[in-house]
């Protein structure tokens, strides 16, 4: 089982970035998918989750509409789109798979934020 973030980077404050999580090693298409982010010094958050199908999306208040997570199922892949960035977005970035009790985290990528 392996969740491999990738994507993450340096950018301006109101530049995009899109980040990708490839999952290999089990059913992708059905766990629910998260993405999480611990920005530097602070616990770790949920940014936003995505149900199997993608039919369902959540989002922290703190990113609504400015950052959209989708996935294709086709290449068990998922993927959040960030746009507007801002200093406090500087964060690793991990993604999540979840179904019942089994769980599933990548190793992060990292997305800085700075002028």
């Known amino acids: 089982v392996q969740l491999v973030e990738s994507g993450g980077g340096l950018v301006q404050p109101g530049g995009s970035l899109r980040l990708s999580c490839a999952a290999s090693?089990?059913?992708?298409?059905?766990?629910?998918m998260f993405w999480y982010r611990q920005p530097p010094g602070k616990e770790r958050e949920l940014v936003a989750s995505i149900s199997s199908l993608g039919s369902s999306t959540k989002y922290a208040d703190s990113v609504k509409g400015r950052f959209t997570i989708s996935r294709d199922n086709a290449k068990n892949t998922m993927y959040l789109q960030m746009n507007s960035l801002k200093f406090e977005d500087t964060a690793m970035y991990y993604c999540k798979g979840r179904r019942g009790a089994y769980e599933y985290w990548g190793q992060g990528t990292q997305v800085t934020v700075s002028a």
């Open positions: 090693g089990f059913t992708f298409s059905n766990y629910v």
